[in-house]
């Protein structure tokens, strides 16, 4: 494209909340056939909500969210604020106080999995059946009953070990944005494909997935490996956009083709972004590549 076509492009797209960054950028979204999508904050909403809470142990349901918050209290993870949100909503309801709350010792992020720390004397885990089982903590058929219901119906569960026994778990749910179907059938419409990856679990990820027309997911992955399964499509010839939210995806915008972060996302993932989706709206996804075609096919 011609330095004034960039330009004419570029304006357009930041009266429209669609920030690119330079003509390389416009040139690439061009030639886009495949978007990898992540899914915590950028097909969903971003914010967890606890939607049950189970006790697999003697504990009151007080004591377990105490020592599940104190775990948490650390974490920048949504779904720690979840849990964290949760605990206050049910000392609430039992008239106890809502300051407090011990910190744990000893604060550990497993990174796609969970935490973990020392409360008191005891040892808390709190995160995915992966967690527990990479901590030798057995997860029992009730347990794996309560996590396959729960999966089944989109939601994430959250596994509460307490000195090497799980506890009790929760499970969370996201929503899925309003407009991610819409969208991602307009893609389709565009001749384009849309692949979902996500450090969550298979079940959920499937389930969230169906919700909004997706058929080929990667679920499971850690960070680098988000990078590495767009590595593999570009392996295969396709020119790859990833849209992210930058919690865990930063690398995998980097490696794309064209990196889109989600405005409302974190400012490693803006930096490590090729276009920035300033209103967090998926429809800008769209708004971005047409621009690109229509730039591009004009000085052609
Ligand atoms: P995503 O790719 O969907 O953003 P992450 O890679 O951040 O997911 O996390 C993967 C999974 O690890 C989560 O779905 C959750 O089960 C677990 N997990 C990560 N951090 C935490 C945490 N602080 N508390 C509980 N579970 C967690
Ligand atoms: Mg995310």
New binding site residues.
Partial sequence: ATPTAVMVATGKGASQGVLIKGGDALEKAYKVKTVVF????TLTVGKPVVVSAVLFSSFSMEEFCDMATAA?AN??????KA?VEHAKRIRQKIGSSTEHVAEAKDFE???????SGKVGEKMVL???K??MQASNVTVGTEVENYISENERLAR???LVSIDGKIAGAFAVTDPVKPEAERVISFLHSMGISAIM?????WA??AAIAKEVGIKKVFA????MG?ADRIKDLQGKGMTVAMVG?G???SPALVAADVGMAIGAGTDVAIEAADIVLIKSNLEDVVTAIDLSRKTILRIR
């Fill in positions: 992540d899914k915590t904050g948490e974490s920048e993870h949504p779904i720690a849990v992020v497993h990174t796609g999995a969970g935490v709190v995160g995915n992966r967690l994430t569960c959250v990856v996500t450090g969550d679990n959920t990820a499971e992955t850690d960070p988000k939210d919690i865990n995806d």
